[in-house]
């Protein structure tokens, strides 16, 4: 079992920024993709971003230009810079992994986005 912790959520006024991490945790063997999924009220769930063990990044166009992903592969814990928000960013932001094929899930850190 892999554990996904995240942190560094809260409420920012529109254009301000916030740092997202999530810390794996566990019985990891190799985590391949580590990314950042969102769920807003009323709304299903949508991927914001993910990264490759090797770097490669992906964006989905909502956020592209505005929030950047990284990882440390050597802590095992992932990234999420925001910046430009914007109140349709409000939801809360789950993190994801895969290791050994299986997705693994954070319970999620809310991020609000209000004057």
């Known amino acids: 079992q892999v554990q996904l912790v995240e942190s560094g959520g809260g409420l920012v006024q529109p254009g301000g920024s916030l740092r997202l991490s999530c810390a794996a945790s566990g019985n990891i063997f190799r985590l391949a993709a580590m990314g950042w999924y969102r769920q807003a009220p009323g709304k299903q769930r949508e991927l914001v971003a993910f990264i490759t063990r090797g770097g490669n990044t992906n964006y989905s166009g909502l956020v592209k230009g505005r929030f950047t992903i990284s990882r440390d592969n050597a802590k095992d814990t992932v990234f999420l810079q925001m910046n430009s928000l914007k109140p349709e960013d409000t939801a809360v932001y789950f993190c994801?992994?895969?290791?050994?094929?299986?997705?693994?899930w954070g319970k999620g850190t809310l991020v609000t986005v209000s004057s």
């Open positions: 994801n992994a895969v290791d050994s094929g299986i997705n693994y």
